[in-house]
């Protein structure tokens, strides 16, 4: 809770804000401490001093280590925490809410992500110099100016974003149109990346959806064609979303410091190789033929050690060979300047 507080000064000072906004996030923070007061204040009033196996909670117990963690290991130690945000109690909560949802909707249909691409919204930058009681010319600013910009208000940037992501829902996923279905219900959680950038992960069951694993791949993937493509849009007819997709939907072939974490090329296994189709891929079926001979024989003894040997074995040969067979292929659409307008330009690779 300190260091809330302490937030609430740094950003109320540093950034200059309306005397509104610093109203608005410091009575957020003081509503959250009166829930924290009033949560602890109901579970002192209904806390048992006892311990789950019967032992009378002291304080030479609280000064052993081991028992301490016992202690927390029981939720009521810090279920008053759970209406607050962000608490380990509040996540283990919404834990439970989720595999709830699982459980009586069935696997989630949609794995969405969506981040803030507040460097390309104007209409934000402008907004926090309008609250500083100035103007710019967004285009005449460069990628640190624009930085510095929103990181002198983390809070208009937060509430923008917030809204931004109510328009998605409402006015997109969950509309008349159902670009991907109609929603039968849907789960997001709100992450910051390391510099501070919102963006949401979000779930959504989709009615009447196949799932992978009760229906036949055919089914599958004629839903996923339905709704996904990874073609390029055209930027004849629309020059302003090719543009969109090219820059922010595009794995670029000049690999950044990130990709090259653990010493490898790209760790997210860019660029993919190119398909004509939709596949789904399973994991490789066991031949289960020298396990019966084993059975027959009457060895018993290291079965299972033997099994996951020659599983391993088969598996480093089968893999060996397809990276051999796709060498070639993978340092062709490596090179920056390797062009080709369909797939069958590529077979002779292979």
């Known amino acids: 809770m300190r260091s809330g507080n302490k937030n609430c000064h740094r950003v109320c000072v540093d950034t200059r804000f309306a005397s509104n906004q610093c109203y608005l996030f410091f009575s957020q923070f003081v509503t959250e401490t009166h829930i924290a007061t009033n949560s602890m204040s109901i579970q002192m009033r209904k806390g048992k001093p006892m311990t789950r196996d019967g032992r009378k909670i002291s304080s030479k117990m609280l000064q052993d280590k081991q028992e301490v963690e016992k202690l927390i290991t029981n939720k009521d130690a810090t279920r008053f925490m759970q209406p607050l945000r962000g608490t380990p109690a509040y996540w283990e909560k919404t834990l439970k809410d ?98 501070g950038s919102p963006h949401i992960h979000l779930l959504v069951w989709i009615k009447d959806a196949p799932e992978f694993g009760d229906d036949d791949d055919d089914k599958i993937i004629k839903f996923i064609d339905q709704y996904i493509t990874c073609q390029m849009p055209d930027p004849n007819a629309d020059p302003e979303l090719h543009k969109i997709v090219s820059e922010v939907q595009v794995h670029s072939r000049n690999h950044s410091k990130s990709c090259k974490k653990g010493n490898v090329l790209c760790r997210f296994g860019f660029p993919k190789l190119p398909m004509d189709k939709t596949i789904i891929t399973s994991p490789i079926v066991d031949d289960d033929d020298d396990d019966d001979q084993q059975q027959k024989s009457g060895q018993k003894t290291s079965r299972k050690e033997k099994k996951g040997k020659r599983k391993n074995r088969a598996l ?23 062009l080709f307008n369909n797939l069958s330009e590529l077979q002779p690779l292979l």
């Open 98 to 195: 989720l595999n709830a949802m699982v459980r009586q909707l069935g696997k989630p249909t949609f794995f969405l992500t969506f981040s803030a691409a507040e460097m390309r919204w104007p209409e934000v930058i402008e907004a926090v110099k309008a609250q500083q009681g100035e103007q710019v010319d967004v285009s005449q600013l460069d990628w640190n100016a624009k930085c510095e910009i929103l990181r002198s208000n983390p809070v208009t940037l937060m509430r923008l974003f917030e809204k931004r992501v109510d328009a998605l829902m409402t006015d997109l996923i969950l509309s008349p149109a159902q670009p991907i279905g109609e929603v039968e219900d849907y789960f997001y959680q709100v992450e910051f990346q390391a510099r």
């Open 316 to 338: 480093r040969i089968r893999q060996k060979n397809a990276k051999d067979k796709l060498q070639m292929l993978r340092n062709f659409i490596s090179d920056p300047n390797a």
